[in-house]
């Protein structure tokens, strides 16, 4: 019911939190059902849509298609603490969208949507985390398939987050994001004290450094943005190129720093820079 509420155009964030009678009552009055949702894998696979994975194949043909239908599946399934379904619906998901669709389209609207229903208690704590590992998990195998491909490449972009904070999905969207451009990513989580983020770069010889940040409440974190990116900069090497992404409250005019910050805020921004490093690349 609630994945085709969603695919009529309802938001999963107002209607989730409706008991079933309601959302039976809501699809009563739907028109009949879009061709979007009944599409099939198969119909998809057979047209060459870009969007699907390089590497699905016959075996898809049986499998429901829509980024809608399974951002809504994946909800309802939290909801109703049914954690296989969510797995399976990852899986899935996972097999049949390409790794930039899969991050963008499924990951990060699930994440931005469990944060409302957690903000309206529609979820609870223990169904975040739930949910977090989950994610985890999907995104994890997700970077691992890609780096097999990719094993004889030396790391171009490290990316980690500052000490203190937590949060890790926005790393490792973004380190798909680069992997499925074919830029090898070096990802260095959440929590990192700079000085052990730079020596990664030095290390590895990575070309960028990527930190992700988080709109924390204060005390979080040990040092503000502004003193974390001063520490991290005077320890990188001269030639590598810094980056920040995310939403994370940094002072960038109040910086007095060697070299540009090139400043990234959505995932979407930091896909649009990697495809230009791509073509850059190609083009040598
Ligand atoms: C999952 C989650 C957690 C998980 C993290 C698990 C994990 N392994 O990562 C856990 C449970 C640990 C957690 C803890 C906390 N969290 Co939290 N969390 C979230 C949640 C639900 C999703 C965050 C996420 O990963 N989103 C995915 C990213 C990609 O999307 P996004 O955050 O919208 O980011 C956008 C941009 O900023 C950008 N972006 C983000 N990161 C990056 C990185 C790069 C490289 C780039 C290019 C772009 C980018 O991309 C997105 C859009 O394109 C959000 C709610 C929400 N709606 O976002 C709260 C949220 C971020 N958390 C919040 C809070 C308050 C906390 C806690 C303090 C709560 C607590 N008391 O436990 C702690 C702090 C812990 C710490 N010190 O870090 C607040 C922060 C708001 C604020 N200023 O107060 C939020 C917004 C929830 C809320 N509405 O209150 N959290």
Redesign the pocket.
């Known amino acids: 019911m609630l994945v085709r509420l969603v695919d009529a155009g309802h938001s999963i964030s107002t209607i989730a939190s409706r008991p079933d009678a309601e959302l039976a009552a809501l699809c009563e009055n739907l028109p009949p059902e879009r061709g979007s949702f009944a599409r099939s894998a198969q119909e998809r696979l057979s047209r060459g849509d870009s969007t699907q994975s390089p590497g699905s194949n016959q075996r898809m043909s049986a499998l429901s298609d829509s980024t809608g239908e399974t951002l809504a599946e994946v909800i309802n399934s939290i909801r109703h603490f049914n954690l296989d379904r969510i797995s399976e619906c990852l899986a899935r998901s996972q097999e049949l969208f390409h790794p930039r669709t899969f991050a963008l389209e499924i990951i990060?609207p699930i994440?931005?949507e469990?944060?409302?229903l957690?903000?309206r208690g529609v979820l609870g704590i223990s169904q975040?985390?739930l949910l977090?590992v989950q994610v985890?998990g999907a995104l994890g195998a997700a970077l691992e398939k890609l780096d097999r491909g990719m094993r004889n490449q030396p790391h171009a972009l490290a990316?980690a987050g500052a000490e203190?904070?937590?949060?890790?999905?926005?790393?490792l969207?973004?380190a798909i994001l680069c992997a499925s451009r074919g830029i090898r990513p070096l990802v260095l989580g959440?929590n990192l004290p700079p000085q052990d983020f730079a020596e990664a770069v030095r290390k590895s010889g990575t070309r960028i450094a990527?930190l992700?940040?988080?709109?924390?409440?204060p005390g979080?974190?040990p040092r503000t943005y502004e003193e974390y990116l001063t520490e991290l900069e005077s320890n990188l090497p001269s030639e590598t190129e810094l980056w920040l992404?995310?939403?994370g409250d940094v002072k960038l005019g109040s910086l007095n720093l060697k070299r540009d910050i090139r400043a990234?805020?959505?995932?979407?921004?930091?896909d649009h820079a990697l495809s230009k490093l791509e073509s850059q690349e190609k083009a040598k």
Do not use: I, N
């Not at 992700?212 to 409440?217: A, K, N, Q, R």
């Open positions: 990060g994440l931005s469990m944060g409302v957690v903000d975040e985390h977090s985890r990316l203190g904070d937590m949060h890790e999905f926005g790393l969207l973004g959440p990527l992700g940040t988080t709109p924390l409440p979080e974190m992404g995310g939403r990234l805020v959505t995932l979407e921004m930091l």
